[in-house]
């Protein structure tokens, strides 16, 4: 029997960056995908550089940094609606 594959808080990229990328291009669809990749990847390397550089001596994972990233703003889009 195979042990699951833990994924962790990095398959959120997957929910938040599309969203920050509608919100940041609007109606213009040509630019909707080439952004979101670019987000998606740009919040990943902060999440990381961010989880090494936080606590001194130690590192966070970059899955928990993603959640603390995104988090907010997908509870700010579901209290919008």
């Known amino acids: 029997m195979t042990k699951p594959k833990k ?7 997957g929910l938040i960056a ?5 919100a940041l291009v ?3 669809n040509q630019l909707f995908i ?12 902060i999440a990381g550089m961010l989880g090494r550089h936080i606590v001194a ?4 994972p970059a ?5 603390l ?3 907010p703003y997908f509870i700010y889009l ?4």
């Open 7 to 13: 994924t962790g808080g990095i398959v959120f990229i």
């Open 34 to 45: 080439p952004v979101a990749v670019l987000l998606g990847g740009w919040l990943l390397l």
């Open 26 to 28: 609007g109606v213009r």
């Open 78 to 81: 579901l209290l919008k609606k």
């Open 63 to 67: 899955g928990i940094m993603v959640a």
């Open 18 to 22: 599309p969203h920050i990328a509608k």
């Open 69 to 71: 990233i995104g988090a």
């Open 57 to 60: 001596g130690d590192v966070i």
